[in-house]
């Protein structure tokens, strides 16, 4: 039975340097005391001084310096969280931060209220004046309609830590309240967490164990599910509180208007996947029960590897070369990127008590991107680290072509660079293997690690999310039952008679942040049918459509996901790239059956 470390333990060479951001939590703290008195005299100087276009100019370059130095801040203070939540000097570093930025927020909101109050003529009049500031303009005028009395925007502003609560509380409950013990299994006992679940045994190709994990994992789950959905209430509440304040027809809309989409672009995602998806993901399940044997396929073995014996072992320094060899058609600027990311310790790795779950890229403006991620030595984790440093060479890009306002594009498009890296890591080493077990683990990790996470997990939380708040928009309080009932009827209509879906699976719900993000669960799919697309044309046309791609990393969120999308040659106001990803993923489900009769006879 092996415990997890504690983060003072671990070998730090494998953990990331946050020294790029600060030297020290004193030197953060430092920082601090410096913005807020930036923060204080800004409000002293421009509140009801911009009575002139240079006078706005000039507030809106003082803000922009203000947020580039609390972007750095906040970011240290993440990733110190990140690596330990149950770390008290991070913790109060955590507070200190909350504390800055209500103060960021509430002192600063005058300076879109005083800006919406002028002409239009006023606004296009800054553009003019500094021509970098567009984007910020167009933004404040899409904001516009939705926009209330100064006096209100304060206040609301006042309240941005409160209303970051319930996701805090979330965290705190998932990561540090919930002891999951041990459990037995063949008779060997074994530790239970949620690093360990996610990480290794809800994929274990011991039927007896994983079965054994899963049964433990829900258990414990159930008992704070009632204190778990009161959090996800309130938030979802507030939400719905915001949106009403505002004008918006639903909290939909309300959520949507951030990302530049409308809702046909939304449903489209949902409703298309789950309606044609279905069927291959259902052959996929099959396909998996008749390899491994079971007498039936439950919910529980869906994350489980075609073949576990043909899945290499891979260490931290041999993942190095083989991301190199996969990503090396972006270029040496890219492939630079990705040397220093190893080099400089840009990556945290290592596995520990406290440590978020998952794996995320933060690429803080002013500084390199940090990627967290929980290495289990499996080759798995190559497209999950390659998933990543698809987010790391996005900003890396935008960062430094953009200033701060237009740096970040659409949640819509925000999962297009790392699944693209995934889909070229998969392609190498297909076209570098003629290994048949080999080719069909690649295939298998395609759709399981690729698409089963981005087109299936992912689109059943955004479904799921969609019934919640239809019932937010009608002024229900969702509770744990009827979250439960929610999530079992999206589960039970994706995979219909092929997957008996074992209790405890309806509290996955239980086990996502993304629902705290807004609608952020359904981006997933739009960015992988975007990925798809594009790799698609990279092995076609080569550099010709790798130029291009580079050129919309660098565009960072200077143009809609329409724009973005239509940059790389692609339309996404129709469902044709929709539905060629799904018939994609259906091929690769043909060619995973051929090279099983293949090799199995």
């Keep these: 039975m092996s415990e997890l470390q504690n983060r003072q333990d671990v070998d730090v060479n494998y953990t990331w340097d946050l020294s790029p951001l600060f030297k020290d939590d004193k030197a953060c703290e430092s920082a601090i005391d410096s913005v807020k008195e930036k923060i204080d005299s800004f409000e002293s100087e421009f509140q009801g001084q911009m009575d002139d276009v240079s006078s706005a100019v000039r507030a809106i370059d003082s803000y922009r310096d203000i947020l580039e130095q609390f972007v750095l801040i906040s970011t240290y203070s993440n990733l110190r969280l990140s690596g330990d939540r149950g770390d008290q000097q991070a913790q109060k570093l955590g507070a200190l931060v909350g504390n800055a930025g209500t103060s960021l927020s509430s002192k600063t909101s005058f300076l879109q209220s005083e800006l919406l109050a002028k002409d239009e003529s006023f606004l296009h009049d800054i553009a003019k004046e500094k021509e970098e500031y567009t984007g910020f303009i167009e933004d404040l005028l899409r904001n516009k309609p939705y926009q209330l009395d100064q006096k209100v925007e304060k206040a609301l502003a006042s309240f941005s830590s409160v209303f970051n609560g319930p996701y805090d509380l979330y965290q705190k409950t998932k990561l540090l309240d919930i002891d999951f013990g041990t ?198 984790e190559v497209f999950v680290l390659a998933h990543e440093l698809g987010h790391a060479g996005h900003f890396y890009n935008a960062n430094r072509a953009q200033n701060i306002f237009d740096t970040r594009p659409s949640m819509y498009f925000i999962e297009a660079p790392s699944t693209m890296n995934e889909m070229l890591m998969a392609n190498h080493l297909l076209k570098n293997s003629e290994d048949p077990k080999f080719k069909r683990w690649v295939i298998s990790s395609i759709i399981s690690r690729t698409y089963y996470h981005n087109f299936v997990t992912h689109l059943l939380e955004a479904a799921y999310q969609r019934e919640v708040y239809k019932r937010v928009d009608n002024y229900e309080t969702v509770t744990a039952e009827s979250l439960n009932e929610i999530k079992r009827g999206v589960i039970e209509r994706f995979w219909g008679d092929d997957v008996e879906i074992t209790e405890g699976a309806e509290l996955t719900w239980m086990r996502q942040p993304h629902y705290y993000m807004g609608l952020y669960p359904y981006t997933y799919s739009a ?65 995973l059956e051929t090279l099983t009769e293949e090799i199995e006879g």
């Design 183 to 380: 459990f037995t299994a063949d008779g060997k006992e074994y530790s239970l967490s949620y690093l360990a679940f996610e990480g290794v045994l809800e994929s274990n190709p011991d039927k007896e164990v994983r079965r054994a994990a899963f049964k433990k994992f829900s258990e414990s789950l159930r008992q704070y599910q009632h204190t778990t959905a009161g959090t996800y209430d309130i938030h979802l509440k507030q939400e719905k509180a915001e949106a009403d304040l505002r004008g918006y027809d639903s909290v939909f809309d309300y959520l949507l208007h951030g990302q530049k989409v409308d809702r046909e672009l939304y449903d489209r995602q949902i409703d298309v996947i789950t309606e044609e998806l279905a069927p291959h993901m259902r052959r996929y399940a099959k396909l998996l029960q008749k390899v491994h044997g079971l007498d039936k396929m439950r919910y529980e073995d869906l994350k489980i590897p075609l073949d576990p014996a043909s899945e290499p072992e891979i260490s931290v320094e041999e993942s190095r070369k083989y991301i190199l060899d996969a990503l090396g058609i972006m270029g040496e600027d890219y492939t630079d990127m990705i040397n220093r990311a190893y080099d400089e310790r840009w990556i945290d790795f290592v596995i520990n008590k406290g440590k978020s779950t998952g794996a995320f890229c933060s690429s803080p403006y002013g500084s390199h991107p940090f990627i967290l991620i929980s290495w289990s030595s499996l080759m798995e």
């Design 527 to 591: 960015g992988l049918t975007i990925a798809t697309e594009m790799s698609q044309r990279i092995l076609n046309e080569g550099q010709t459509a790798v130029d291009e791609w580079l050129k919309v990393l660098k565009t960072g969120g200077k143009e809609t996901p329409v724009e973005l999308a239509k940059m790389a040659g692609i339309d996404i106001t129709t469902d044709a790239p929709l539905k060629n990803t799904i018939q994609y993923i259906g091929e690769l489900v043909d060619e």
